[in-house]
């Protein structure tokens, strides 16, 4: 929302403020706008109020928009695990809890910031995701394939289209899944209930996620993931939605749960068509510390013996 916006409450808009504007701001989350309330970019017949206002009938509610946060993106000199590298393509393993691209929230210490330090990037993203092809989140480790230039990118991501790319994760998962396989083809898109989440919605985006089981432990089972297709969240909405949520997972798991950095899920296989060469490769990354710690640990804790 850029410009300033006001709305006169009839009886049909009566209730919490936070809930009435969500109607008329569909693209702004509840929790973005709860901040607009507290921040005083929200006032009511001139007054700033609460998020726990009630809109009576002949409120007159005012919207400001904040100022556009400005971004800039600057190369820093953080240390890269690269798997590969040509003048093509760099092979990533990125840490958990190290954001892809800066947005508003993260504008720098981004893995995008640590790539323009060490190499030129493709520049179709635009400017702030110079090289991204795809993305994992923010506390997913793992395998990234990087672009250098245009014709890299447009290669990969084409492949990406075409779903002739291998992307495989690791995932803990709560519970014990008694087939030894599956697949999960649940269509995925903006949860209609809190808009920071994903959902299996009839109307959303194509998905379709295999799994295998590695092992299993008493509360818990390790599985493979393979993704046909790559929407946000996938894999932990996936899981979620046949019962087995993410260990770790703070959006989408259990309140009870494991300890640690975030969801326990590392991209651990990634394979592509070399974008000049045409040359099929695969890479591998281990397990990070703090997950094969945890393994232990559930390996002394949560043995099954089957």
Not at 190 to 216: I, N, P
Request: charged content about 25%; proline content about 6%.
């Amino acid at each position: 929302m850029n410009s300033e916006r006001q709305i006169k409450i009839d009886a049909d808009l009566t209730g919490r403020i936070d809930k009435v504007l969500g109607h008329f701001l569909s693209d702004v989350s509840r929790s973005q706008l709860q901040k607009w309330i507290e921040d005083g970019h929200v006032t009511v017949n001139g007054q700033s109020v609460k998020t726990k206002y009630k809109l009576q009938v002949g409120d007159m509610v005012r919207i400001i928009p904040e100022e556009p946060q400005t971004i800039d993106l600057e190369p820093e000199n953080i240390p890269l695990d690269i798997v590969y590298e040509d003048d093509d393509v760099i092979v990533v393993n990125k840490p958990a809890g190290m954001v892809v691209h800066p947005a508003p929230g993260h504008p720098s210490h981004t893995l995008v910031n640590a790539l323009l330090y060490h190499s030129p990037l493709s520049t179709i993203n635009g400017e702030f995701r110079p090289g991204i092809v795809h993305r994992i989140d923010k506390d997913t480790s793992g395998l990234l394939m990087v672009a250098k230039n245009d014709l890299a990118h447009r290669s990969l991501a084409a492949q990406l289209k075409s779903k002739t790319n291998q992307r495989e994760y690791v995932a803990l998962v709560h519970g014990v899944i008694k087939e030894e396989q599956g697949t999960i083809d649940a269509p995925l898109g903006r949860s209609k209930k809190d808009r920071k989440k994903q959902a299996v919605v009839l109307d959303g985006r194509h998905a379709v996620t295999h799994f295998k089981v590695l092992k299993r432990y008493q509360h818990y089972t390790l599985v493979k993931c393979r993704l046909e297709t790559g929407r946000t969240h996938q894999i932990r909405v996936h899981m979620a939605y046949i019962g087995h949520p993410l260990a770790g997972d703070p959006l989408y798991g259990p309140r009870k749960t494991l300890a640690g950095p975030g969801q326990y899920l590392h991209a651990g296989l990634l394979g592509f068509r070399h974008p000049r060469s045409g040359q099929e490769m695969t890479f591998t990354a281990p397990l990070p510390d703090y997950f094969t710690k945890m393994l232990e640990h559930l390996d002394k804790t949560d043995r099954r013996d089957e």
